[in-house]
Structures are given as structure tokens and as C-alpha cells.
């Protein structure tokens, strides 16, 4: 598919789901005011969450949230370990590379470079509220560390294929044009963005960042 065709399928995916965000805004304006910015347009310093005449329900869904990630991600101890696929082939040998593997995983991952937990605390709270959740992770634009993102779910759209399979994923993300040019530093970007950095580094332009299948 052509980058024009991959737009247009992530643009008709976007469209196709406007009566779901209205559900989803209605969802976070009485559970995780938020993130209730899916059909409207917050300022900084509005009080948004002067329409709820109880504070009840944020409180369950921060109690909700917060629980999943004691009960699956506890700190005081290791919650995972890796194992081969076929544990025929798991040896003396194999036990203590995946030993190390743990551990290095493990310091990847809490490294305060890779914002690990600051990602899954949202990524709960989102589950909690709406039942889904987006987090991408990469290494930094540096490439010294992992780097963990957590994504508001009304800037992303994905597909499944006959088997199941997500097959198609697609980000919308706004983000200054000093740190798109640092992003792709030898891409061949549009002469209208190099321009900008210039007159104004800092003024937002809107990408979309499309995963498929070859």
C-alpha cells in the first residue's frame, strides 16, 4: 500500500469510531476527568471537573487503577521471568542466561530514563476506565535507554485481520518542529518544516505514525 492509501485507511478508522468517543468522553467525565478531552477542548486553569457533585466515582477508579499495578507489577520483588518456548530445550545453561536476562531486564526497565512506571500507572487507569490501553516502547532519541509511552486512546486507531491479529495500527501526535527534525534527522522531510525551525522551532505540527504489516 501507497503512504496516501495507509492516510486514508487510518482517516476512514478514525471516522468510523466518532459515536464510540462520545461514549468514552461521557465514561471520563464522571470516572477520570483526565482524560476527558475526546470531543472537547480543555484550557489551561479550566476547572473541569466542576460538573460532578461527587468525588466517589474518581476515587474508585484511582483505587481501581492503582491496584492493578500493585497486584501485577509489585516493586519489593521480581513479577517476571523469562522461559523458552519449548521448556524441552531448557538446560543448565539456558537457566542462567535467562537468569541474567531477568535482571537485565529488569534494570532496563526501571531505569528512570525509560519513565517504565509513569507509563503503566497510566496505562491502569486508562484500562480501568475504559478497558484499553495504548503504550509503545522504543529506545530514546538518544538510543541509550528504553523508553516507555503511554498514548491517549482518541489519538489511536488499530485493525485486526482475519486471524485475529493487529495488523494496522495508527497514532496521531503533535509535537514541535525542533523535535521532529531531532526525531528523523536524515529523513527527507517537507521543505515547509525545515523552514520552520528558523522562524518558529517550537510551534506544533500534527504527524501520524502508521505500523502494518509488509
Not at 466515582?57 to 497486584?71: E, F, K, S
Not at 536476562?101 to 491502569?124: L, P
Not at 516502547?137 to 486512546?153: C, D, G, K, M, P
Amino acid at each position: 500500500m501507497t503512504p496516501k492509501a495507509l492516510r486514508e485507511l487510518a482517516d476512514k478508522l478514525f471516522a468510523d469510531r466518532s459515536t464510540l468517543m462520545m461514549l468514552w468522553q461521557e465514561i471520563a467525565e464522571n470516572f477520570y476527568v483526565e482524560r476527558a478531552d475526546f470531543t472537547v477542548t480543555h484550557t489551561i486553569g479550566e476547572d473541569y471537573a466542576a460538573h460532578l457533585t461527587s468525588s466517589y466515582p474518581l476515587l474508585c477508579r484511582r483505587d481501581l487503577g492503582d491496584q492493578i499495578g500493585m497486584m501485577l507489577r509489585p516493586t519489593n520483588k521480581p513479577w517476571f521471568h523469562m522461559v523458552p518456548r519449548d521448556v524441552k530445550a531448557e538446560d543448565n545453561p539456558s537457566k542462567r542466561w535467562l537468569e541474567w536476562a531477568d535482571g537485565t531486564m529488569r534494570r532496563a526497565m526501571y531505569d528512570k530514563s525509560a519513565f517504565f512506571t509513569k507509563a503503566m500507572k497510566q496505562a491502569d487507569h486508562d484500562f480501568a476506565s475504559f478497558g484499553q490501553e495504548v503504550t509503545s516502547v522504543q529506545l530514546n532519541r538518544f538510543r541509550t535507554a528504553l523508553l516507555y509511552q503511554n498514548w491517549h486512546i482518541k489519538d489511536c486507531v488499530w485493525r485486526e485481520n482475519q486471524d485475529g491479529v493487529l495488523d494496522f495500527k495508527a497514532r496521531k501526535w503533535k509535537g514541535a518542529v525542533i523535535d521532529v527534525v531531532r526525531m528523523f534527522p536524515k529523513a527527507d522531510l517537507d521543505p515547509k518544516i525545515r523552514d520552520k525551525i528558523s522562524k518558529n522551532p517550537f510551534e506544533e505540527i500534527e504527524l501520524m505514525h502508521i505500523i502494518c504489516e509488509a
